[in-house]
T-cell receptor, first 112, second 112 residues
Framework: QKEVEQNSGPLSVPEGAIASLNCTYS??????FFWYRQYSGKSPELIMS????GDKEDGRFTAQLNKASQYVSLLIRDSQPSDSATYLC????????????FGTGTKLQVIP | DADVTQTPRNRITKTGKRIMLECSQT?????MYWYRQDPGLGLRLIYY???????NKGEISDGYSVSRQAQAKFSLSLESAIPNQTALYFC???????????FGSGTRLTVV
């Protein structure tokens, strides 16, 4: 069973601070990695994808991937109360169908 | 209109009843998925389909069946609903390049 692990939180950060969300995965052959944001009672929304080692930046979001350590992270700079949500890490497996396994999510609370 | 539409949005049904959840999409994607989400357990894959003639079981398919009526339509059925099928159900689509999922708004199903 391929696994994706996240700390469930809640992670509380003050407004304007950097929020750091972490995820580890078990399948060494995984090729694609995603971060989704999910507000309470709503559907997940894709916010970042990353496919190669290193950093990928998009606005206030930076995704970081380290395949050797099987570790992917999401940094949110200048955190806003509207960033308060659950963040899901998702990883494709190494099989032909590239099925996606989701972590259980980290709940982020940005305190005004 | 939403890219991925799920109906109904909410449903309460009795144990033993047959129920169908419907999903339609305008993304033009071949790949469609059904997930359920439970608190603390994250998103778990029920069934997935990569085209009209390709349907595959996910990790928790027991008690469920699906029908891919067309490229744009993918329905999930509970043949005889039981209380532990109470959950939030999501339909999702993706393209073959693996650029992440687009989720529907979800169906909140309660089995009493």
């Amino acid at each position: 069973q391929k696994e994706v692990e996240q700390n469930s939180g809640p992670l509380s950060v003050p407004e304007g601070a950097i929020a750091s969300l972490n995820c580890t995965y078990s399948d060494r052959g995984s090729q694609s990695f995603f971060w989704y944001r999910q507000y309470s009672g709503k559907s997940p929304e894709l916010i970042m994808s990353i496919y190669s080692n290193g950093d990928k930046e998009d606005g206030r979001f930076t995704a970081q991937l380290n395949k050797a350590s099987q570790y992917v992270s999401l940094l949110i700079r200048d955190s806003q109360p509207s960033d308060s949500a659950t963040y899901l890490c998702a990883v494709t497996d190494s099989g032909g169908y590239q099925k996606v396994t989701f972590g259980t999510g980290t709940k982020l609370q940005v305190i005004p | 209109d939403a890219d991925v539409t799920q109906t109904p949005r909410n449903r309460i049904t009795k144990t033993g009843k047959r129920i169908m959840l419907e999903c339609s999409q305008t993304k033009g994607h071949d790949r469609m998925y059904w997930y359920r989400q439970d608190p603390g357990l994250g998103l778990r894959l029920i069934y997935y389909s990569f085209d009209v003639k390709d349907i595959n079981k996910g990790e928790i398919s027991d008690g469920y069946s699906v029908s891919r009526q067309a490229q744009a339509k993918f329905s999930l059925s509970l043949e005889s609903a039981i209380p532990n099928q109470t959950a939030l159900y999501f339909c999702a689509t993706s393209d073959p390049r693996g650029h992440g999922y687009t989720f529907g708004s979800g169906t909140r199903l309660t089995v009493v």
